[in-house]
């Protein structure tokens, strides 16, 4: 019977988080379609819900697992740009667009996860902070290649380059497919924020699932303790990679999403570098580290909160930066946390005594 | 004669990543925290030098001073404010995603005060240039002045470590927080004056960047700061000559990516060598290792 | 043939020799104690024989089988369970999963089957559940089942770990330091607790202890270790009426 209990408890949590995405959904389309919504904000849909599957699943990563990654962008950028070169290509060959996406995701968390793999094999085996130091090499590096790297497809087949584009000695009917630094230009926009939610529904159920079972369990067993996991026959390689690399595989996801709603894609500092790593590092801690949900309602507050501001100018990023500070210092701090629980047992006190 | 000047560059710009990654050795070393507003102070040093000399018109070595005292304020007000309450934290993260919203802090705020454009810094290393081999080779004055403050600053810094009480202070709370405490120390005083020293040398640093490459924005310190990281988990982080040396390492490693292989390609080149580094010696050049007990 | 036989095992960490020539031998459902003065060597053996640490040279056999080059998974597979002298749990986890990461390589079912909540998912689970529950009422903790493991009280921490090594379903289980910071009506209920487990469960079981009353209450046989080397052994009343072993816990 209480084995029953539990087991409501858990997939009760679960639901809560699934219907919180829902009703929000439900919420922004009813707000859109009664045209109250600004472009501006209409125009961060799409990249909202990339970036709560960013967060959702480097938290698999930061909280399910406990190792630090500084380069999830990276992998973001590995599945933004292989979908979209894959999409390109095949625009007119897949004229179809759902099942032209569906195969640009499934390339695109594929590629990521791939990657996820090759940099954790070496990697997950050191103990201690080095996941974080080589995943932030690794985006760099990422972001690096993707800004060199010239693709053009004519006739004869395929060409690559890395000085410029005149380099591809493209024939006459060739088209250039990944430009440099200018990027992709002209990928089917695809993405939808109906599609994007459902993304977002699809990676919490992996990830939730994946949590609340055996190979869930031990991994936070890694987490909690290294040395008593061995003990008790834990594979600490296996578990450590699986987790990286389905964290890995649904940042991939993310960068579909992200990918398939430019009409440029570029890999710059701003979408694809640490600060882009850093930026889902703070949704993650912020909304708990370990806390899926936490995860999801941190991602649409941050994102949304610098729109919000806009009206006060040049002071939004600066009030941004000290509220979020503060927000740090509040929910972490072990000074402001007893503060919290004595003035939350007072106000239980208070009310028992009304009653 | 190009592969010694070339060398002479690397050397230079490592001087400076050396000088900045010895801010963030200090700091993990002492706090056990990556410092990612680090970089972000050196940007702030570099405004201030800017205002004194072209707003105020102060003579350079006056204005670097001031640069120094008011970086060294911040390093202390920060740590003391934003870092301090988060030391004891649940979460080790928690502190770590603190010092990128100070980061954002110190962004933004040079962003109001000075606006996002590309300001050309003043030269301030007013050094006629050294020529060797009959002309053949020749080393700027910034890049001369850069390698000989390193030098200097290595040289102060291991000596106050070594011999003064404070530094002594230092490697003990490094070494055990609580222990330190027991033996009368002020583990709270010696982490600010940490801060502080790493923090007047990212203005040094910061004067020191932006006279060999004069121009300056907001985020100026960005790339750096973690470039300088970099070259302290090359070196192994925490280590003090782990510092000195990345920090040169990743300079040549740059200067010669950029000059033989591709100049487009640097930065990976450099964040590629830093993996296999980690593969081959996972605690850094001169890191401990240090191993659980059972 | 004994259980577990050790043969001629050394290490040294840099120059100092931890542990010399050591050798053991345990039979089936023995509770076997080992002691010696603090520094020893007594939790280095432990790590010797979970594979923790290579040794420099010597041989461990468990049922005949050489445990020597493996590594702590495969020793723990191969039937050699452990606690740890300052207690490790998964301390975010609840108590029934701690248990439940124990049952890992009993009850499989691959990830991609937990994800997609196949059949074998639920009916693996579910037998889960039931086994933990069973191996926790045996220790009474059957009712903090859903607690987290950090919130338990200190002497229930220690029984977690047990069961939790328990889970693993070992022939050889190892105690370092059970009663450590317990108690005299702890350490009196551990003493019960450890010959429950080696009844019930028909366990074999090496403890580490400074505890002279759980020590010569419970143990069977001895070993005392002093200095890295085996200072005497055999029969518990034997070996703690050696005057030597008197000498190198006492003094002169």
Known sequence: MKNMKKMNKMTRDNLITYLMVFVLFLVMQILVSSGNVSSLLQGLLVPLCAYIILAVSLNLTVGILGELSLGHAGFMCVGAFTSAFFSKCMVNTIPIAGVRYFLALLIGAAAAGICGILVGIPVLRLKGDYLAIVTLAFGEIIKNIMNILFIGRDSAGFHFSTTDARALGLLEDGEIIINGPQGITGTPKDSTFAVGVILIFVTLFIVLNLIHSRSGRAIMSIRDNRIAAESVGINITKYKLMAFSVSAALAGVAGVIYAHNLANLMAQPKNFGYNMSIMILVFVVLGGIGNIRGSVIAAIILTLLPELLRGLNDYRMLIYAVVFIAMMLFNWSPKAIAWREKYAAKLKRGKKKEV | ?294 | MALLEVNNLGISFGGLRAVNEFHLKIEKGCLYGLIGPNGAGKTTVFNLLTGVYKPDEGVILLDGEKMIGKKTIEINKAGIARTFQNIRLFNDLSVKDNVKVGLHNHFKYSALEGIFRLPKYFKMEKAMDERAMELLSVFDLDKEADTLASNLPYGKQRKLEITRALATEPKLLLLDEPAAGMNPNETQELMETIRLIRDKFDMTILLIEHDMKLVSGICEELTVLNFGEVLAEGKASDVLNNPEVIKAYIGE
């Open chain 2, 1 to 294: 004669m190009s592969f010694i000047s070339y060398l002479i560059n690397g050397i230079s710009l490592g001087s400076v990543y050396a000088i900045i990654a010895l801010g963030y050795t200090m700091v993990y070393g002492i706090a056990k925290m990556l410092n990612f507003a680090h970089g972000d102070v050196i940007m702030i040093g570099a405004y201030v030098v800017m205002t004194a000399v072209t707003g105020m018109g102060l003579p350079p070595a006056a204005a670097i001073l001031i640069a120094v005292i008011f970086c060294t304020v911040l390093g202390i007000v920060i740590e003391s404010v934003a870092y301090r309450p988060l030391l004891n934290a649940a979460s080790s993260l928690a502190v770590l995603i603190t010092a990128i919203g100070v980061s954002y802090l110190l962004q933004n705020i040079a962003l109001l005060v000075f606006g996002a454009n590309t300001i050309s810094f003043p030269n301030v290393l007013s050094i006629p240039a050294l020529s060797l081999a009959g002309g053949e080779l020749t080393i700027t004055g910034e890049a001369f002045i850069t390698i000989v403050s390193c030098i200097v600053i290595m040289i102060a810094l291991t000596l106050f470590i070594h011999k003064s009480k404070a530094g002594q202070a230092m490697l003990a709370v490094s070494e055990d927080k609580g222990a330190a405490q027991l033996m009368g120390i002020n583990v709270n005083g010696t982490i600010a004056l940490t801060f502080a020293i790493g923090s007047a040398l990212a203005a040094i640093a910061g004067v020191l960047l932006c006279s060999a490459y004069p121009t300056l924005t907001p985020y100026t310190g960005a790339m750096p700061g973690i470039k300088a990281f970099v070259a302290a988990v090359f070196g192994g982080i925490g280590s003090i000559p782990g510092a000195f040396i990345g920090g040169l390492l990743l300079g040549i490693i740059e200067v010669f990516g950029k000059a033989y292989i591709s100049s487009q390609m640097a930065d990976a080149i450099v964040f590629g060598v830093l993996i296999l580094i980690l593969i081959v010696k996972p605690t850094g050049i001169l890191g401990k290792n240090i191993q659980e007990k059972v």
